[in-house]
């Protein structure tokens, strides 16, 4: 019996730790992935803090983590997507292929959904086993650090392309890993102005070199005032909400131009109260709620952005790191003094 | 010096009063109409009853009203648009024409709007001049009754047309006016299922008439589980938000089937507390804040609906009145007992 | 080994022949269906008279028909999607689920399609084995005659509604089965006019009844002047050139307002000549070209249309007859005097 | 009597003569305008050469010319959207504002347009007057030579925007200066793959600069082959067509995928021969017919990406001359030795 490490939700309960647990076993479906690299998304930090959130879903023990890429090494005998040798990254919704919404081209809010990392054991491990369809030939001409952030990056994508971005002006409000993304994305896409609103510092700091055209600490500058100051008093044609906060929620609102568009992606934690009357119905808007990718139309746009070198991740991959420096990395990203962290299993 | 009838708004406070006034002259670009028939808009009834908004908004003395249909008497020197005898109902938005909204095909939502009978003197007259652009010529084929309410059925088309609805399930919150509007023509366009919610027995009654083919009383029955139920579990694809009332909206945003569409036209009187994260953002949604209607795509599309015969409105003309029965009209309208009253000046 | 009756392609050549073959065999994703009613194809017509298009496509000895509705007898042991007693109709595209199409929610037009009658055995028989995929489970308040004729009925729905119809003028040229099914969705979403043109006395005589509100015999009245003529001069909104004619798709873009919508569907034997400058460019037009259904996003849309009774198929369902009776049918559609035959196998 | 040079086509036939003129008169909602800096347009030199086209639609005397910029100087009485000191460009078609066609969002198509330089006086010229509505003010951070062809610019803006276009590849087939614009605008919105396919190397040479991937000679390379070559075999999810060519037109939509988009600019002169059954239905493509831009969203689209420095186009401004050296001017571009030529009046 073969065995790897991983990194595992052993009990309920803050942390995590570090094992050794059997290589899974692939299915008649599934191909089993030599992981190369992994991402931590926000999520994985609700599930090593064992927020409440995590208590009802998580069901310990349970491997997590869910953005990566590697090396096909095995596969099913029934599978004929991918093939020994192919670098994969790994869509994390596993559809069911058979309601409503996966037979009418929305797999991502299937209603059956189990989600790698969550449901199913993931990925800060050596190896992992997923049904073929959730595996992502990528391009090789896309290094390992940023193939295994694919996943995210097209939750951005989806979010800030919902509508055609191109000669528009854009808010981002929320520059966490997926704000920063949307960033880069509005500037590939020909947006012409691009606000970025975000309290913190650091995270702050990485705005411009993603593409933003102005930059803006709401404890500072009311972005507000400032935004419509720089929009001949309009507003924006586009606001991205990427931070869950209420007050950025509202200020959006604010800002956006009469017929405007908002993305909204950003998960407040509790309801949030709006003048849905001043700031909606009288404004025309478009309010979009996102959430996943299309399975798999914006993996296609994933890898155009990527492989064009449209877009340029890099600048926000601010660590790199063993797996077993987890904890290190869980404490950096606790603390908001990382963007994002790649993990390596070896 | 010519004299007409009038109702108007003399004094800051509830009520209003029939008085002879002069017949209005027409600038270079206007036109003057004579009346022959004259909706009462739930807006009316906030002037007539002096809510808050109306206090804020109205500087009497007043003419107010704005639903209207009548003929061309006289038109200024400049106008070519229209000319005496032509039978014309009217757009009350008057737009700038030069602001960005007016030159991007939005004049509907114009930074400059003034609107008839609310900032500039409107129909509850035997005359009314407005400028030639917001003259809507209209087919003879259409009586005098369906024409006078033409703009607040463009604002039902706009809503609920903003996407298309054929074949698809739909659940209109708000049997008003425009809620049982809608209803027709979801009905019309082929909505497959046409849910309607109104606690008023009366106004619930006219909702089979115009197409309904589930009549909810939602004290009597929980709209969510008897929606629900009747749409396989999945909920209905298109939410048409008529009534103001923030339970409606929020069973609104319940009953949809998620990737789902909600028209937002009711207007709350404040602010709702909505749970974005688990009925927007997870659902997937699409919300559109509604008001006016586009000039002019909307109002083609009304006379192609109304000259068509594809929507019949004269079920919801329940009172035909004489101008000077305006206080009794009102107070119908304000005890609920009809939905829509048109006036005749003559 | 049991048998069963079918219509079979047994050599190259003109005509069919009623044999006794084998049951087919499920494999583990398929399932077995007991056929119950089927319609007659266009296609079926062309491999029934082996034109030029059926010598080079068909590979005798060969099982053709494609739309029907049965009860599903038997299932693979994979199978989850429906179970014996299921009513199911068939999507006759056999798509590969692997390619960028099939990937990107564009199945219909997958690289590696196989289609049911055309390249493996079909539906003129007693049973047939389909994979589950392409089983789509039918609503028992249509009835066979109507549910058998489901696949094409979505083509018409898919090219119908390509944009939406509501409150546009329509012209329809070609009134074969797709062309009149067509005129009956347009009415269904409320298009204001809907225009008919067919020069066959016996198909034109179909089109009032499904909705048509102008009927056209182009050899005696000029389409082009007489559609112009109803419509102010400018036009209609939308084309659904049913015909392949070129005379007809010529007259199409003619007869169609600037900024209009053409949806072309019937196939050209041969390149056409287009004025492209004149007719397509400074005319501002939008053309689609339409093939097969969404799937099964198009599908939901036929069950809606035919569950709500929004649309009635049953005025152009001339002709019932026993499978036995296929020769007398094919002659029937030969000679242009059938709409749409159904067979029954028993 | 004020008098200017202007370059007029005095006489049907070709070439054109330096004149002194009238200063044109402003009427009561026109501007005039003292003129900076004019563009080239293929147009001109049609109606220089004298092509057939021309002898039917220019009545002279004449002065031709529609694309420039420069500063207002004079407005008349009712004039209120710009003001003398205004630095301001044209939209060129002057619009009717009462059809159809204008009251629903498309006046560039309007029934009664008239174009200036074509049907009344234009830009070759010291001064001219224009309807205040096609006076568009222009960002003083864009300079002349770039402002003076912002009409040709939104073409192309139209064009290439149709659609959205970010993370798709393209084909552009012809470099003339719409043709390379639109690889530019393509490039700033994010095209992933910009393939750029003119036979001249002259206009080829500047494909690079203005951001296409791939420039093909077809007198070298098939550019079918190689396309699909660089594509997976799949083809391009966006073809321009800007050539006129029916060779281009048949190649764009054989290296179209399934499923992609078309835009045609590019006019013909005379009906093409497209096998309509193979290339456009069953491939399902749309296909737009482009003429004009929006007005105004498409000069908003413009602004921005000029203002935002998202576009660059001083590339293709090939020559700067003086409006003396007209004939000069025409001989470069007939010889097609010139992309762009900008004329200054003084």
Known sequence: METMKAI???????????????????????????????GI??????????????????????????????EVVEVGKDVTLVKPGDY??????????????????????????????????????EYIAIPEENAWKTDRSIPPEVAAIQEPFGNAVHATLIEDITAK??????LGPIG????????????????????????????????ADFVINPNETDPISYILDHTSGLGVDVVLEMSGSEAALKAGL????????????????????????????????????????LMFRTWYQVQELLASKRVDLTPIITHRMKLEQFDEAMK??????????????E
């Open 8 to 38: 595992i939700k052993a009990v309920p309960g803050p942390g995590a730790s570090l094992a050794n647990v059997e290589v899974p076993k692939v299915g008649p479906k599934e191909v089993l992935v030599k992981i190369k690299a992994i």
């Open 41 to 70: 998304c926000g999520t994985d930090v609700h599930i090593y803090t064992w927020d409440e959130w995590a208590s009802h879903r998580i069901k310990p023990p349970r491997i997590f983590g869910h953005e990566f890429v590697g």
């Open 88 to 125: 994969v990254s790994a869509e994390t919704h596993i559809a069911c292929g058979k309601c409503y919404y996966c037979r009418t081209g929305n797999a991502h809010i299937c209603e059956n959904v189990k989600i790698l990392g969550v449901d199913v054991d993931g990925a800060y491990a």
């Open 169 to 174: 002006s854009v808010a981002v409000f929320g």
């Open 180 to 211: 920063l993304m949307s960033v880069a994305i509005a500037k590939a896409a020909g947006a012409s102005k691009i606000f970025a609103v975000e309290p913190s510092d650091y995270r702050r700091s990485f705005a411009e070199k993603m593409g």
């Open 254 to 293: 604010r800002v956006l131009k009469k017929g405007g568009v908002a993305s909204l992606l950003g998960i407040p934690s509790k309801p949030v109260t709006i003048d849905i009357t001043e700031n909606v119905i009288f404004k025309y808007l478009r309010l979009y709620g996102i959430n996943g990718r």
């Open 332 to 345: 950096l990203l606790i603390d908001k003094q990382a963007v994002k962290i790649v993990l390596y299993p």
